[in-house]
């Protein structure tokens, strides 16, 4: 009986809302992001990841492309920071004004700022890093290019993985400058490894 009384309801308020506030631009376009979260609210809490990941990507991909907004760094890989150093401050007159240590990713790092843009160099800290294995290999110079995301690197990872990009990061994490980062493979990125990120307290 109560049941029953719950459904006429919602199918009066339904049929309300379909009538009367459905026409108007402003209000259906909350009501389709209300139904998208609704529907993505269900798939995450009855789906395994993946599948909620494809059903998220469908309902946003009518309209949603990750918004790039600059590129945020190029990650360079060094042998040693205090070797290279020199390079960038005394003869292309760059400054350093950071130096961080990434325990996660085994990595010290080095800002310095051309513009908008930064150069972080990358120093290995352990021969289980990345970056290591990837100098050892013979890397030299541009590591990977990191594009500031303006709407969410968890949003932009979901999108990229839909479009069939293979992710490194399922979801972000913290990286250095207290950005929260997400990495997507070169294999499927044009052979640049690329960085999605944006500040963490946004
Ligand atoms: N740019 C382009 N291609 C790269 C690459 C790079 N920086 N590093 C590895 N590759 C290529 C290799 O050349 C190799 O290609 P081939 O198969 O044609 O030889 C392929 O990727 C290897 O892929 P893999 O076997 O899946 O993985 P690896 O163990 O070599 O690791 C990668 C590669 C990209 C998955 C790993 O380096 C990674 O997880 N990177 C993300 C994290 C990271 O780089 N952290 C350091 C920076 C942290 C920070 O900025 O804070």
Known sequence: MVFGDVFCLFLREGAFFLVFVFPFPIKSRIFVKFLRHAVSGVSYSFCDEKLHNNIYYLIKSRKFIMKISRIDHLGIGVESIDAVLP?????????????????DQKV???????????????????????????????????????????????????????????????????????????????????????????????
């Open 108 to 202: 010290k790092t080095a800002f310095l700022k051309v513009g908008e843009v930064k150069l972080e160099l990358l120093e290995p800290t352990s021969p289980e890093s990345a970056v290591a294995k990837w100098l050892e290999k013979g890397g030299k110079g541009v590591h990977h290019v990191a594009f500031a995301v303006e709407d969410g690197v968890a949003e932009a990872l979901v999108e990229a993985e839909g479009k069939g990009v293979r992710l490194i990061d399922k979801t972000p994490r913290p990286g250095a400058e207290q950005m929260m980062i997400g990495f997507l493979h070169p294999k499927t990125t044009a052979g640049i490894l690329t960085e999605l990120c944006e500040p963490q307290n946004k």
């Open 87 to 103: 390079y960038f401050e005394n003869v292309l007159g760059l400054k350093c004004y950071a130096v961080e240590e990434v325990a």
